[in-house]
């Protein structure tokens, strides 16, 4: 264990980082890779089961289209080569989790491969590699009880869940990623980030970091300027994006001490350990003999029809990249204000919303002032507060001369509650604005007969101090009062 310490800029001003990612994504197809069960996610522990996908003797699997599609599909985003003829592996190793002792999976002959993706940092493009994108099946969930960490050291008992087992997976790999200095660990990110928005903008999975619907392992190695690239680590199963910056920045800090003191990187995988922001050795790494891959023997090989290939390239949806770049620039965006939009996750909303009928400001406002604000101070994700067209309809509530800025900052507070629409959230409250000449005209003579200075003032000519007088009569109606027609009310008496 190193004990030196190595400031970031000195590791990154010796040695030269390369990363490489992979990463997992459950696929949102409504049965599992080679068999008839549901997939749906938090069912009771194994009843989403069937003898192919818990591996009993004589059953035969068969391949899910809509997985092969997606893949395809994925493959085709990420400008990939997608193969005319390929087959599926068997991936043989033993663990309690995986039913069937193998993984079917891809080996030497992907679905897609050799593709890219541009990712954008500091405003600089920086292109992702793509090795391959293959297709494969989830394994089955471990639980282990009685520890305090949840993990099998101290574990009094372990449960397997095998309802995830056979679920589809693909697996997307990036070539080795050089020269990218002190900014790897935000390439890593950004790359994953941008992943995460191609496969959403497809719909083929809900790429939930969290819920484990995306996963990611990071590899890392160091080398010295003008050397071989160095050994690499795997970081595992780093389960969020600020995590996939973290894993790749503590593994720089850490080879680099242990390069410095000349020591030696083991080719081993490591966890990411979210309370202490570090990595630990888990077991050391397999090597593909390890797994004794053969070609797997009961399922046809796989040959998409390039008639069909060419369908699905040609309904493939404007990338996530083309998307913000048209509309920044419909809306008129700085680059700032658009990143604000974006770390916001409020570009969707924002879309919705004009598309609702309101003003490209007016919905960034709503989204970026009250509502991230209460998303920020009670954790919510952003659009579970409104809806764009709740925003829209408040909007136009303003517009209409139906309620103040101010009033609509309340009504927005009873839709965000659950109250209903803005319209519901004023009846219910009494929240119109009143511009009924009859009903003020009262609340204005009280405040003249109360003010009779100001109106002496006002009736010289000093139509200035009529602002005292409009000011009482908007307390008097608790701001409900049009501001505009309280001031005409009040100089008519006084001037007309
Ligand atoms: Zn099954």
């Keep these: 264990m190193s004990t030196m310490t190595v400031s970031y800029e000195d590791a990154t001003a010796r040695y030269e980082p390369v990363i490489g990612l992979e990463t997992h994504v459950e696929l949102g197809t409504r049965t599992k890779m080679f068999c008839g069960c549901p997939t749906e996610f938090g069912a009771e522990p194994n009843t989403h089961v069937c003898p192919v996908c818990l591996g009993l003797p004589g059953s035969l699997p068969v391949a899910n289209r809509a997985a092969i599609e997606a893949t395809i599909r994925i493959g085709l985003a990420l400008n990939c080569t997608i193969a005319s003829w390929c087959r599926f592996a068997r991936k043989n190793y033993f663990y309690p989790d995986m ?8 080996y030497d002959e992907p679905l897609c491969v050799d ?22 099946e989830d394994t089955g969930k471990t639980l282990h009880l009685g520890g305090a960490t949840g993990r099998i050291h101290g574990a009094t008992e372990s449960l397997v869940d095998y309802n995830r087992a056979g679920i589809p997976l693909v697996e997307i790999v990036t070539k080795p990623v050089p020269g990218t200095g002190a900014r790897a660990p935000q390439v890593a990110r950004a790359y ?5 928005e191609v496969v959403r903008s497809l719909g083929v999975s809900d790429v939930r970091m969290e819920q484990g619907s995306m996963r990611c392992d990071v590899n890392t190695s160091l080398n010295r300027p003008g050397e071989p ?41 490591r966890h990411f350990h979210e309370d202490t922001g570090d990595t630990r ?24 029809d390039p008639a069909w290939v060419a369908t699905l390239r ?67 994700d952003l659009g579970t507060l409104a809806t764009p067209s709740q925003v829209a309809e408040l909007q136009k509530l303003i517009d209409d001369g139906k309620l103040t800025d101010k009033l609509a900052r ?40 109360a003010n009779p200075d100001v109106a002496a003032k006002v009736r010289d000519g000093k139509v200035a101090a ?18 505009k027609t309280v001031r005409e009310l009040v100089l008519a008496r006084l001037t007309g």
């Design 281 to 304: 050795p888990g077991r050391s790494k397999e090597t593909a003999t390890d797994y004794r891959y053969f070609p797997e023997p009961d399922l046809v090989p796989l040959a998409p």
């Design 314 to 380: 040609a309904a493939l949806p404007e990338s996530p990249r083309a998307r913000r770049d048209r509309l920044q620039a419909a809306w008129g965006l700085s680059d700032h204000d658009m990143q604000s939009v974006l770390n916001a996750g409020a570009l969707a909303l924002i879309e919705t919303t004009v598309a609702a009928g309101t003003t490209p400001e007016a919905a960034r406002k709503w989204w970026l002032g009250e509502l991230s604000r209460v998303a920020n101070e009670t954790a919510a």
């Design 410 to 449: 309340t009504v927005l507070e009873g839709v965000v509650s659950g109250e209903g629409s803005p319209a519901e959230v004023m009846a219910a409250r009494g929240l119109e604005v009143v511009s009924d000449t009859g009903a003020l005209g009262a609340a204005v003579d009280e405040a003249i007969a």
């Design 229 to 269: 690239w160095g050994t690499r680590t795997e970081t595992k199963n780093v389960n969020s994006l600020r995590s996939v910056e973290r894993a790749v920045r503590s593994e720089i800090l850490r080879q680099a001490a242990l390069l410095d003191e000349g020591g030696r990187i083991v080719q081993e995988t």
């Design 466 to 483: 009529a602002g005292v007088i409009v000011g009482a009569v908007m307390k008097a109606t608790r701001g409900q009062a049009d501001a």
């Design 115 to 136: 593709g890219w993706l541009d990712v954008l940092i500091d405003g600089q493009t920086v292109r992702v590699g793509i090795e391959r994108v293959h297709l494969e």
């Design 192 to 196: 994953v980030t941008e992943l995460r």
């Design 99 to 106: 039913p069937k002792n193998f993984q079917i999976s891809q």
